[in-house]
């Protein structure tokens, strides 16, 4: 199994709508949870923290669940510019925080 | 301010020869991570470094891979006797402590011809 899954896409959705990513994650042990979004041949960035409370940044809504070991993010009223890759992260076992894993992303496609 | 400046931007080298890749962080982080990754991948973890002491090399392939950060500030990514499956684009990555927030380089396109 790997350790972080995504569906890769790509999400396809009209300007407007609201479009769901899901992951999993294999190691109980992680500590910190993240989106990142990178653009065509850029690097990643930091989207948002992943808290077990849920957060919010505007549009956007990250959910986490340890019982199940998912991560969500839920991106509304979608704009062009939200077209990118969404990676899911999370950090390596207790002891390397530094280590961060990251899924194979997925892709959001917004048209006009 | 600057962020993290990796050089060069492209590589491209012949199967056999040796590379070295430099990251400068952003002034004061004292933690420093390379990942690499190709196509089609999310970033793959390879070492990091918390000031000038790798703290953790768990995710370096093989030994024809080496880093170092000699005085906490910039760090070269040496791979020897580059094969094919070595291209991609390594990214380099700092953050002010361990678990804060970590800011990615351009990276560098690494091509093994």
């Known amino acids: 199994r790997k350790e972080v899954e995504q569906d890769p896409g790509p999400f396809n959705v009209p300007e407007g709508a609201t479009v769901a990513f899901n992951c999993t994650y294999s190691?109980?042990?992680?500590?910190?949870f993240f989106w990142y979004r990178q653009d065509c041949r850029k690097e990643p960035k930091l989207l948002m923290s992943v808290y077990s409370s849920g957060n919010e940044d505007g549009r956007f809504t990250a959910q986490l669940n340890r019982a199940s070991q998912y991560i969500s993010l839920l991106i509304r009223d979608s704009k062009l510019s939200d077209s990118a890759t969404y990676l899911c992260v999370v950090n390596g076992a207790r002891g390397s925080q530094g280590n961060l894993i990251f899924g194979k992303g997925t892709k959001l496609s917004v048209k006009p | 301010g600057a962020g993290v400046s990796q050089t060069p931007s492209n590589k491209v080298t012949e199967k056999g020869k040796y590379v070295e890749l430099r990251c400068d962080p952003i002034?004061?982080?004292?933690?420093l991570y390379w990942y690499r990754q190709s196509l089609g991948q999310g970033p793959e973890f390879l070492i990091y470094f918390q000031g000038t002491g790798a703290a953790d090399d768990s995710g370096l392939p093989n030994d024809r891979f080496f880093a170092v950060r000699p005085e906490g500030s910039v760090s070269t990514l040496k791979i020897q006797r580059t094969e094919r499956g070595d291209s991609a684009v390594y990214l380099c990555?700092?953050?002010?402590?361990?678990?804060?927030?970590?800011?990615f380089g351009p990276g560098t396109r690494l091509t093994v011809l």
């Open positions: 990555a700092s953050s002010l402590i361990v678990s804060a927030e970590q800011f």
């Open positions: 002034s004061g982080h004292t933690a």
């Open positions: 190691n109980s042990a992680s500590q910190s």
